[in-house]
Every structure is written in C-alpha cells, then in structure tokens.
C-alpha cells in the first residue's frame, strides 16, 4: 500500500512490475480493486499503476468538491510527484472520462488513452445514476444505506457478471461519502467532451460491452466520430465490467494496444471479441 499527499489530501496507489509506466483509472464508486487481475497480467510487462480518485477507496475524503476536473488535477500531480513524465491512461467508467480530459488538458502527459464502458456525453448514463446526482436523492439513500447496499447486492447480477462484483462494491461503496458519491456523479452526468474530442492527437481506443447496462454501450460511436482515429473494441457478451466479465480476453487486446509504436498509425475499425473461457486470479477480499 502506497501514498502520495497532494495539495487537496492524500491518494493511495498500487503498483506492479517493471517496465515502461501505465496508469490505471478507476470509475464512480470504484477503487483500484477493480484492476487487480489486468494489474496481475499487464505487470509482467509494464510498471502499471492504480490509484484511488479523492473520496473513493483508501484516498482522502476531505474535500469539498468531486468533479472530473478536480480529478484531472489528481492525474496531473500523481504523475508529477512520482517523476512519470509521460504515460498511456486507461480510464474505466469515469475513469475513461477523466483519461480523455487529461489528453485534452494535458497532452504533453499522455502517450495513449483507452477508455472502458467510458461516458462521452453524460446524458448516455443510466437514468438511476443520472438520479443519483442530485443532492435530495443521494441524500436519502445515504439515509437508507443499508437497504441501498442490498439493492445494489441484488442488482449486481445484472451489472456484472462475475459472482466477486457484489461484494467488491459493497466493499467500495462502504468506503465512499455522500458528498464523493454525490458531486462526482453530477459533474459526470453533465459532461459533454464532444466537442473537444479531436484535440486528442494521441492513439487511442475505446472498450465497450454490448450489454452495458450502466453506460449506453453504443458510446464509442461519439468517441470515433470525435477521434476518427480510435481503434474500437466490443464485447458481445460484456457489460460495463469486460475486465472483470473476460479478464483475460480484455487484457490481451488492451496489452496488445499499449504494445505498438506511439509511431504506429492507428487503423480506424471495430473488432467484437469473443468470449473466452479464462483462468483468473483471485482478487483481495
């Protein structure tokens, strides 16, 4: 377990392996958990780092605001004060939105983006999230923890199909504010990164399953519409979680994205993977 202190709390990380540096970017209500398997496999060949947004996970909770710009700002110190000059980001959920404003706001900082079941424009969000970015709503489910914790437990089989994800985020969401959960959810349902979409000079890819039922799994038609160049991949049989639904599936064609020369044009196509029968690890409790 690892920390940085920055000029609004402290960021906890992970790291694993040696190797060029990759930074992972977790989503709303997540935390770096979610990567562990990509971590486990992606290790072998790169220095690949996980980090938790301010008011999510072990990182601080201290803040007054939780907004994707704020948690640019994360992104941009983290790299500072561990000396990474310049790295590919791989953002999952609003993880991928972070990744992509990074690339606008800083390009000198990213080598190559990928996005996973990433919004583009905050509207596509389901409508209960959508909900949950208002203070009223989140108030009061904060107020019902406990029945919103079960919800969430019978929900899970539809978000994702991996038998560890209910208690992963039971485990996640214990660890989260109201305000985290609140003000990151509503700065993300009103962000709209089309129009900046073709700052982006850097390779990049989205990674979408096409039974997302959190994000609106035909968001990669924005992505490539803004970055004609962006190499897409689908999951048929994926949701929101394709890291988790076919880790190893998700993490050769991610570790072969990250494999080719910054140099290297990137083709403008889509590819649907088929599902793999895999053999994973096992994740911390």
């Not at 939780?66 to 990474?84: H, P, R, T």
Request: with cysteine.
């Amino acid at each position: 377990m690892s920390s940085i202190t920055t000029d609004q709390g402290i960021v906890h990380y992970e790291v694993y392996g040696r190797g060029k540096p990759v930074i992972l970017l977790h989503g709303w209500l997540g935390s770096w958990g979610l990567w562990q398997e990509t971590m486990a496999f992606l290790g072998r060949y790169y220095r690949t780092y996980a980090l938790d947004f301010w008011g999510f996970g072990e990182s601080g909770k201290k803040r007054e605001t939780y907004a994707v710009q704020d948690f640019v700002s994360l992104v941009n110190q983290f790299m500072e004060q561990l000396g990474i000059m310049r790295a590919p980001l791989v953002g999952h959920s609003m993880g991928g939105t972070v990744s992509l404003s990074v690339a606008i706001r800083y390009p000198e900082r990213v080598s190559k983006v990928v996005v996973v079941g990433s919004p583009i424009v905050g509207s596509s969000l389901a409508f209960p999230l959508k909900l949950a970015g208002y203070r009223p709503i989140a108030f009061m489910l904060f107020n019902m923890m406990g029945a919103f914790r079960l919800g969430m437990r019978i929900a899970s089989p539809i978000i994702c199909r991996d038998e560890r994800f209910a208690d992963m985020m039971d485990r996640d969401l214990s660890r989260t504010t109201l305000e985290s959960f609140l003000l990151s959810i509503a700065s993300l349902r009103r962000t709209d990164l089309r129009p900046m979409l073709d700052q982006i000079k850097v390779p990049a890819m989205g990674m979408y399953g096409d039974r997302d039922v959190i994000v609106h799994p035909k968001q990669w038609q924005p992505m490539q519409k803004g970055i004609p160049q962006a190499h897409i991949e689908r999951f048929p049989v994926a949701g929101h979680f394709p890291m988790l639904e076919e880790p190893q599936n998700f993490a050769e064609k991610l570790k072969t994205f990250l494999d080719r020369e910054e140099e290297e044009p990137v083709q403008t196509r889509q590819t649907q993977s088929s599902p793999l029968n895999t053999t994973s690890v096992t994740l911390a409790p």
